[in-house]
């Protein structure tokens, strides 16, 4: 079973996922949790550390839930689709509210002298996973493609939380891919 830090953590990305940035406190977390009031402030003494806690929680579980160990990409193989679609249907189905939630942080917190860069930081580490897969696909110019299928991707994922939840990915980013590399 989780700790109390765990379980606050969850639901701090429950409430931040569900119902935004604004709706987020202590107390709603405690109750979201089931836990005791007080239990979160015992972690995180104030909204900002929370925030803080939630930016780290969600880049911890996306990098435990995505590691590149789960999307192998062979050169001339069309397994760098295959994985992209993967994370778009995880991370708009299973992980949808994390990822709402992510986005939601994103949003307020872009502009923050202090977290803002941690945010930031952490999508470039995932921009680096990505782009070992670009390159492992053989695609040619691996930062600047990792760069279009990172901005392909976010568009599909935020429609599909958004507007349309049962958008076909595939024939997107296959024709990205082909583009990318005419040889697929």
Excluded at 46 to 66: H, Y
Excluded at 115 to 120: D, E, H, K, M
Aim: glycine share 8%.
């Amino acid at each position: 079973m989780a700790g109390t830090r765990e379980r606050a953590l969850d639901a701090a990305v429950d409430v931040l996922g569900t119902d935004g940035v604004r709706a987020l406190s202590h107390a709603r977390v405690d109750t979201a949790a089931g836990l005791p009031a007080g239990s979160t402030s015992n972690w995180f003494r104030t909204r900002r550390a929370l925030l803080a806690g939630v930016v780290d929680w969600i880049a911890e579980g996306e990098r435990a839930d995505f590691g590149a160990s789960d999307f192998p990409v062979a050169p001339g193989d069309t397994g760098l689709v295959d994985g992209l679609c993967t994370l778009i249907e995880l991370l708009t189905g299973r992980y949808a509210v994390r990822t709402r939630a992510r986005y939601a942080l994103f949003l307020e917190l872009s502009s923050d002298a202090e977290l803002g860069p941690v945010l930031r930081g952490q999508r470039r580490e995932f921009e680096r996973w990505t782009e070992q897969l670009v390159s492992a696909a053989g695609i040619p110019d691996a930062p600047s493609a990792t760069r279009a299928l990172m901005a392909l991707c976010d568009g599909l994922i935020l429609h599909r939380i958004t507007v349309d939840p049962e958008l076909a990915v595939r024939p997107l980013i296959e024709r990205t891919v082909r583009a990318l590399k005419p040889q697929l």
